[in-house]
């Protein structure tokens, strides 16, 4: 039977409203700068509140213009917050909802990854997490319809989550999307200092980062092992942390937007 994994955070972390929800996003989608370079194959972009870190997830979505015509599947990979898991979760929903209407799980892309031994389904990693739903909102308002393949990771090696993104890369119709916030409650130079090591490492394919670094160190790692594979060129797009935004400077949480492409 067909299942919708409701949204659990809209009207929290982004509103509720479609009209409001679709200005805010093209909002931050209109204000990234213009792109450089042919659009990306893959990007990491933040996951809080809208008002804390959406600025920066538009840079990185800004960025995958040029594609949206192309783009038709979407895999979206994220931590998990709520949910202690060993390996990768599909949520076994057919569709996911938010205020801007339904996006299609993809079986054949759902169908690839549980394959490999790392993928289970596991709808309660999917029920209340944020990590993935977040940036649903500015892929609709980017690409209209799509199909997506979306993975909830937990305690998995870098090398276990390239696996699944070999296994569902496929070519200029798929993009990767990476779901991760930096560095959590330091004050704002601090902050500055380790999100600036964080970056460094992430442009030089530096697959080793851990959870103090990066929430999402898990897909970011993985995405950093195949980029090393196939000689992807990483670059930063969006730097700041939530009292850049709207945060109190005292206890910061850092966001990166970065962008992958198959060219220099």
């Known amino acids: 039977m067909a299942t919708v994994r409701p949204p659990a955070v809209s009207g929290l972390f982004y509103p509720d409203d479609p009209r409001?929800?679709?200005?805010?996003?093209?909002?931050?989608?209109?204000?990234?700068?213009?792109?450089g370079r042919p659009a990306p194959k893959a990007v990491i972009a933040p996951h809080a509140g809208y008002i804390y870190s959406g600025p920066i997830a538009g840079s990185a979505f800004h960025a995958l213009a040029a594609a949206a015509d192309t783009i038709e599947r979407v895999v979206l990979l994220g931590p998990s917050h709520f949910v202690p898991i060993r390996g990768l979760a599909l949520?076994?929903?057919?569709?996911?909802?938010?205020?801007?209407?339904?996006?299609?799980v993809e079986p054949e892309g759902a169908g690839a990854a549980l394959r490999l031994p790392q993928v289970r389904v596991i709808p309660e990693a999917h029920a209340r997490e944020h990590s993935l739903e977040v940036?649903?909102?500015?892929?609709?308002?980017?690409?209209?319809?799509?199909?997506?393949?979306?993975?909830v990771a937990g305690e998995a090696t870098g090398e276990e989550v390239a696996e699944v993104l070999e296994r569902l890369w496929g070519g200029p119709e798929t993009l990767i999307v990476i779901s991760s916030d930096l560095s959590h409650y330091l004050g704002y130079d601090?902050?500055?200092?380790?999100?600036?090591?964080?970056?460094?490492?992430?442009?030089?394919?530096?697959?080793?980062?851990?959870?103090?670094?990066?929430?999402?160190?898990?897909?970011?790692?993985?995405?950093?092992?195949?980029?090393?594979?196939?000689?992807?060129?990483?670059?930063?797009?969006?730097?700041?942390?939530?009292?850049?935004?709207?945060?109190?400077?005292?206890?910061?949480?850092?966001y990166g937007a970065f962008a992958f492409h198959d060219h220099g």
Request: net charge negative.
């Open 135 to 151: 940036e649903l909102p500015f892929l609709q308002a980017l690409l209209g319809e799509f199909d997506l393949v979306p993975l």
């Open 91 to 104: 949520p076994g929903d057919s569709r996911f909802a938010t205020p801007l209407g339904e996006v299609r």
């Open 20 to 35: 409001e929800l679709t200005a805010m996003v093209e909002g931050f989608l209109h204000a990234g700068p213009p792109a």
């Open 190 to 254: 601090a902050a500055q200092r380790a999100d600036r090591d964080t970056a460094d490492r992430i442009l030089a394919l530096d697959g080793t980062l851990h959870s103090r670094q990066a929430c999402g160190a898990v897909p970011v790692n993985g995405l950093l092992e195949v980029a090393r594979r196939r000689g992807l060129i990483p670059e930063l797009l969006d730097l700041r942390n939530s009292a850049d935004t709207a945060g109190d400077p005292s206890r910061v949480v850092g």
